[in-house]
């Protein structure tokens, strides 16, 4: 069953297009601990997202939670600062409760209005470093979903979001 599976994906046009492209040598894994569920989130932005169905939404904001592999997402046209921070407060705050800390890159969408929910609950803010890369694995493993996306809009053009 499994080398049916894998001549299926070789096979795969659309599974070719949006496969990954793995240039890094295989590195050691590193779990990220959470003490307990929903206190301590991974937040990221997805690269642009160019399809047809998308109904003109470009950016995807995902956060996954490190304990239960959760992931929260939404689809934005325009994303600044301010609706990363009404991202935070909606859809984890509101809905999870109020978390130990949010780890997300050095971006100019986590500065700015995102520090003011996060000082407002006491939330400590860590940012991962380019040379720490296991930090963000959570987030990156969620990038699936915008290959996923693409991967099925093709088909299936009545699809929006």
């Avoid at 299926?8 to 492209?21: A, E, F, I, N, S």
């Avoid at 793995?22 to 160019?50: C, E, Q, V, Y």
């Avoid at 000082?119 to 493993?141: A, C, G, L, M």
Wanted: glycine share 4%.
């Amino acid at each position: 069953m499994e080398a049916d599976c894998a001549a299926r994906v070789r096979k795969c046009h659309q599974c070719q297009v949006h496969g990954d492209l793995n240039h890094m040598p295989p590195m050691p894994l590193h779990t990220m601990t959470s003490p307990w569920p929903f206190s301590t989130w991974g937040i990221d932005i997805i690269r642009k997202i160019h399809t047809t169905a998308s109904k003109g939404y470009e950016f995807m904001l995902v956060a996954i939670n490190y304990f239960t592999k959760w992931v929260e997402a939404a689809f934005y046209k325009v994303l600044n600062s301010k609706k990363v921070a009404q991202f935070i407060q909606t859809n984890i705050i509101y809905r999870y409760r109020v978390p130990h800390e949010i780890i997300s890159n050095n971006g100019l969408h986590f500065k700015g209005e995102p520090e003011k929910p996060l000082r407002q609950f006491n939330i400590q803010h860590h940012k991962s470093s380019p040379y720490h890369p296991q930090t963000k694995e959570e987030v990156k493993v969620a990038n699936n979903i915008g290959r996923i996306l693409k991967k099925r809009t093709k088909n299936y053009k009545d699809w929006y979001l």
